[in-house]
């Protein structure tokens, strides 16, 4: 994500714990609120919406599928204060699948679920800096789903 200039196409949409993608987003009028930024790439998806930093905001989680990059967007309400990278999984089977606050400290993690072995992993989080990956257990029937 180095080229994550500040451009309309991400918006923070009413409120909701969701961030939406769109191709036009002129930051005027209702709109100029909302807009956060964009990310150029298409290959990278918000995964997540949940406080990472610890502040009491909720923050962005990014994933690129492909590449298996996660970055974090810190915020205040609609400012995005940085971009943090988190880290890389290289296995494409791997996906975020959920964010909590797993170890309670008052900060999200990131739950990590293989789509074809059925493994969990839970990376333990301090603000956008990886402490651990923590290995859950595995469900051997992959048709089950970890739901939110």
């Keep these: ?6 451009r309309p196409g991400v918006a923070l949409a009413e409120g909701r714990r969701r961030a939406a993608a769109r ?17 150029p790439d298409t290959g990278y998806q918000v995964k997540g919406v949940a406080d990472f930093t ?11 599928a492909t590449r298996g990059e996660v970055w974090i967007w810190p915020m ?4 995005r204060l940085a971009e943090a990278y988190v880290g890389t999984v290289s296995d494409a089977s791997y996906r975020p699948v959920n964010c909590g606050d797993y170890d309670l400290d ?4 990131i739950a990590w679920h293989h789509a074809t072995r059925g493994e969990v992993w839970v990376w333990l989080l301090d603000g956008t800096t990886r402490l ?3 290995w859950v257990g595995k469900v051997p029937d992959v048709g089950y789903r970890i739901i939110r």
């Design 1 to 6: 994500m180095a080229s994550l200039e500040p």
């Design 76 to 79: 205040d309400g609609a400012t």
């Design 23 to 39: 191709e036009a987003c002129p930051c005027e009028g209702d709109n100029a609120a909302a807009c956060v930024g964009s990310v």
């Design 132 to 134: 651990s990956e923590t």
């Design 106 to 109: 008052g900060k999200a993690d």
């Design 54 to 64: 610890g502040d009491g905001k909720a923050d962005i989680l990014w994933h690129h």
